[in-house]
């Protein structure tokens, strides 16, 4: 009898030990945010150029990010937490605008985090931007643009709302926050990113 009330209690704190572990894989916000993806599960990833943690995280984003099913949209938010960060996300709209963004994207993460080029300086990206073959005259209009100028101020909004004060960091459904931080490891991420998507899925209302 005393064996058989052990193992009960035993398999409660077993129980209660794996939730709470499975917990900390991710939190809810305590202020959820309206989506920009409609009926699409959003997924965002607030990063930096200059983050190296971010950069080591690239590689696994991309192979997730390509077998997303049609349902989910993913979405790289380059965070501005201070004013610093600013150029990192001028760098990215710019690129998005001139359609150049899956081409370069990769190439400014490996200029700043292997080669240690100091594209946050503008006349050294102008140069570097010529010599990777980008027009550097339709860069420069693209990277003064009203259109880049306000998804960069969207960013510093978006980064302010969701309370962004590390990277990177996922946001699933302007409802979960996850990071490799606390999933453990690049792989933990993309696990717990695909279960807060069946978790979102669940939750959003039923279509008639």
């Not at 917990?23 to 150029?49: C, D, H, R």
């Not at 899956?102 to 140069?127: C, S, T, Y």
């Not at 969701?162 to 931080?181: C, E, F, H, M």
Request: with cysteine; glycine share 6%.
């Amino acid at each position: 009898m005393h064996l058989k009330k052990w193992l009960g209690f035993f398999s409660l704190a077993l129980v209660l030990f794996t939730g709470a572990a499975a917990a900390q894989n991710y939190k809810p916000l305590a202020n959820p945010q309206t989506v920009e993806s409609g009926n699409k599960i959003e997924v965002l990833e607030f990063f930096w150029y200059g983050c190296p943690h971010c950069f080591d995280l690239e590689p696994f984003m991309q192979k997730w990010a390509a077998k997303l099913p049609s349902d989910v949209e993913f979405r790289r938010v380059p965070a501005i937490p201070t004013e610093r960060w600013a150029q990192g996300a001028r760098i990215f709209y710019t690129l998005e605008a001139m359609g150049l963004l899956e081409r370069m994207h990769g190439e400014v993460f490996n200029a700043i985090q292997v080669n240690d080029v100091n594209l946050f300086n503008e006349k050294i990206l102008l140069d570097w931007m010529a010599q990777k073959g980008v027009d550097r005259a339709k860069f420069s209009d693209a990277w003064r643009s009203f259109s880049v100028q306000s998804k960069t101020k969207r960013a510093a909004q978006l980064t302010q709302a969701y309370d962004i004060n590390s990277v990177p960091t996922l946001i699933v459904d302007g409802k979960y926050q996850t990071s490799v931080a606390m999933t453990g490891s690049p792989e933990g991420l993309v696990k717990t990113l695909d279960e807060l998507i069946v978790k979102a899925r669940a939750e959003r209302p039923k279509k008639k």
